[in-house]
């Protein structure tokens, strides 16, 4: 358990919401109320057919098998690759999201591998090598400075074996801070009657608000992530190739993608020597 933040019942943002812009500050934004909605905001059937196997196509075409899903939240992907027959250890840093996951698992008839960790410090808790490690629905953004940034990929890299593969996804911030609009399509969050809007966007914070049909409302701070940026720490830490999607397709227009997604390879391509 993380004994900085013990389960709270209400989001607390403070006095000033816009200033909370702290990496720590997740598990406490994951409160009970909210989990139990999250999967009225993310439609697994619909997302399924928004991602039309997207993930577990390019796992599969990169030879990945064993897999570590970092940003588990209710279970959605760990699911949906058990189904297809991957091996999978699913992670989290907020208890209350492992706990879902783990009942939407049961629900499928599946037993989830669930560690509790922290991306900062994940090989304290994870002591094995994957495949592939991945952390989609935008999670990565939930670290607010650089340091912890470099980190949790630098845990990421540490985890994989030598030909493994991140796959890590995020809003498109770019079009956010640069144009100051708001995303057209819901390729992720495809909960029909929940409404997701950027409230604030700048440098440093982009704060959402989730309102869902009984008018319950909740929000999450996180920090917006340039598309160049993150593929420049990427290389940083040791991934040799950065493949970028917009919506799921390799072509875009820089503009028009709602979220992009990397795909990150550890393995050199051409110079390493054979085993
Ligand atoms: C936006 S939710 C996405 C969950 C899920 N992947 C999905 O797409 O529905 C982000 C998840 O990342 C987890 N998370 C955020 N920062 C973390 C950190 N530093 N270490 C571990 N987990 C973290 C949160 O607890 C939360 O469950």
New binding site residues.
């Given amino acids: 358990m993380n004994m900085r933040h013990p389960p709270a019942r209400q989001q607390n943002y403070g006095d000033d919401p816009l200033a909370m812009r702290e990496?720590?500050h997740?598990?406490a934004?994951?409160v009970q109320s909210f989990?139990d909605k999250?999967d009225e905001?993310?439609d697994w059937r619909g997302?399924e057919q928004a991602e039309s196997e997207f993930f577990i196509e390019t796992l599969r075409s990169l030879g990945a098998k064993k897999v570590l899903?970092?940003?588990?939240?209710?279970?959605?992907?760990s699911v949906q690759l058990l189904k297809a027959g991957f091996e999978v250890t699913s992670?989290?840093?907020?208890p209350?999201?492992?706990a879902k996951a783990f009942n939407n698992a049961r629900k499928h008839g599946y037993i989830l591998r669930t560690i509790h960790?922290?991306?900062?410090w994940?090989n304290r808790d994870v002591h094995d090598l994957y495949d592939a490690v991945?952390?989609?629905?935008?999670?990565?953004t939930?670290?607010f400075n650089e340091n912890?940034r470099r980190k949790?990929l630098a845990e990421y890299y540490a985890t994989l074996r030598s030909h493994g593969i991140l796959i890590l996804d995020q809003r498109n911030y770019d079009a956010l801070l640069d144009q100051k609009i708001e995303p057209s399509h819901n390729y992720?969050y495809c909960g029909e009657d929940v409404n997701v809007v950027p409230e604030h966007i700048d440098d440093s914070l982009a704060r959402f608000r989730y309102r869902f049909p009984d008018q319950t409302e909740f929000h999450?701070n996180m920090f917006p992530l340039r598309k160049d940026y993150i593929r420049r720490l990427m290389k940083e830490v040791g991934f040799q190739r950065v493949t970028t999607y917009g919506d799921f397709q390799e072509t875009y227009h820089e503009r028009e993608p709602d979220f992009f997604v990397h795909v990150a390879e550890k393995r050199y391509r051409d110079q390493e020597p054979q085993a």
């Fill in positions: 990496t720590d997740y598990v934004e994951y989990v999250w905001l993310i997302r899903d970092v940003a588990t939240g209710t279970g959605f992907h992670v989290d840093g907020s209350e999201m492992l960790a922290d991306w900062r994940l991945i952390c989609l629905g935008n999670s990565f939930h670290l912890d949790s992720y999450l």
